[in-house]
């Protein structure tokens, strides 16, 4: 038996206001007059959040667009930016959702090693730490605060660049400023988490390490989305905590069947990781009964609608893409079902689950 090594990030500043020690957190880690790169979610331009950013010297803010998922050609394209304007940069912080966190652990390793991003989709192909890099949720659920991933869109593949270098140097969970995400939004990515826990609590690799997160994280997520009738502060910190904690969890175990399938949807469809994570977790009752009756308690609780019939229209051959997609993510397969997986999820049956979305 090999037992992961696994790399962690290395300082995390938890608090309401903690946003506010950004300037003292940066000041020992800037490197001669290299500035430091803000990558802000578009959504908070011109809000309070942009200007309580603590720009020094040459600091700049860069509003990243993430109405889609990141993609290589981005990430390439704004290292190239940040290269050909200040040579180098004392570091990348991200402040944003998943995609914004992403993109800042993605350029960070991008400043420093060789090539394209496209080229380090996989496990374990980035070869140099990329330059200093924080991570600040303004959403919370995906757990890619504390995961040694960034999930890029490629021209061939949708994969993460999975390695030692990826997780952050620094993260800062200040639980204020997820307070004004909308409702919807919050729902989806905070089930993102909720799913987390469910794959890797009823997955076959599950171990004491997995589930002593994964089963605070889910109770976090039940205080917020079964218990309460109403969004409050402690809603914040609470699911802020349970994406730590979910990502903590996955990060020693893996995912499961609504990610594997989910992957085939944002592959062809571009449907995005959280809601896409919902609209499959709706039809599997097969696999996590009790996860998804509690899923579906809680999307009618909190009055959130799930897109159905987002595969109607699709061809045979549309529907072949995704299931090879779909397929190919052997380990996430293994968890859920084992080692005799494939005797268990056929074509058929995979074809028929997906006619049903
Ligand atoms: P997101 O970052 O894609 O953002 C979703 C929307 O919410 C955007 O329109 C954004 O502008 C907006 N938004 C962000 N913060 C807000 C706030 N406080 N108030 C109002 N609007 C706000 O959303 P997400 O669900 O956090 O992240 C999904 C992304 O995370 C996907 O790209 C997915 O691939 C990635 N992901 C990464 C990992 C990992 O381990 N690296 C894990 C899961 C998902
Ligand atoms: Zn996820």
Not at 121 to 138: A, E, H, N, S
Not at 151 to 156: A, D, E, I, K, W
Not at 194 to 202: A, K, R, T, W
Not at 207 to 214: D, L, W
């Amino acid at each position: 038996m090999q037992f992961k090594n696994l790399k962690l990030v290395d300082y995390v500043v938890y608090g309401r206001g903690a946003f506010n020690q950004l300037d003292e957190i940066l000041a020992p880690r800037r490197k001669d007059s290299f500035p430091m790169i803000f990558f802000l979610d578009h959504f908070f331009i011109g809000k309070p959040l942009a200007s309580r950013i603590p720009l020094r010297g040459k600091d700049k803010i860069i509003y990243v667009d993430v109405t889609f998922e990141p993609k290589t050609k981005q990430v390439d394209a704004l290292a190239a930016e940040l290269k050909a304007e200040f040579g180098e940069v004392s570091g990348i912080i991200g402040i944003g959702g998943g995609s914004t966190m992403d993109l800042a652990k993605a350029v960070s390793l991008m400043m420093t090693n060789p090539g394209s991003s496209a080229d380090y989709q996989g496990w374990d192909l980035v070869k140099l730490p990329g330059v200093f890099k924080v991570g600040i949720p303004t959403l919370s659920g995906t757990g890619a605060e504390v995961s040694r991933t960034t999930v890029l869109t490629g021209p061939v593949r949708k994969l993460g660049m999975n390695s030692d270098f990826t997780p952050f140097n620094q993260i800062v969970l200040d639980p204020e400023l997820t307070k004004n995400a909308p409702t919807n939004q919050r729902f989806y990515t905070g089930m993102d988490c909720y799913i987390h826990c469910v794959e890797s609590l009823d997955g076959t690799f599950i171990n004491e390490f997995s589930r002593s997160y994964g089963e605070k994280a889910m109770d976090l997520c039940r205080k917020v989305f079964v218990e309460k009738d109403k969004w409050d502060e402690e809603s914040d910190e609470q699911l802020m905590m349970a994406s730590y904690a979910g990502g903590m969890s996955i990060a020693y175990s893996q995912v499961g069947v609504a990610h594997a399938v989910s992957y085939g949807l944002s592959f062809l469809l571009g449907t995005k990781h959280c809601i896409g994570n919902c609209i499959v977790m709706n039809h599997l009752e097969e696999f996590y009964p009790a996860g998804v009756k509690e899923f579906k308690f809680m999307v009618e609780k909190n009055n959130i609608e799930i897109p159905t019939g987002i595969c109607a229209n699709l061809t045979e051959d549309q529907f072949d893409t995704m299931m090879d997609v779909t397929l190919g993510m052997k380990p996430l397969w293994e968890n859920a079902l084992g080692k005799d997986w494939e005797t268990i999820m056929t074509r058929e049956k995979l074809r028929a689950l997906y006619g049903k979305l």
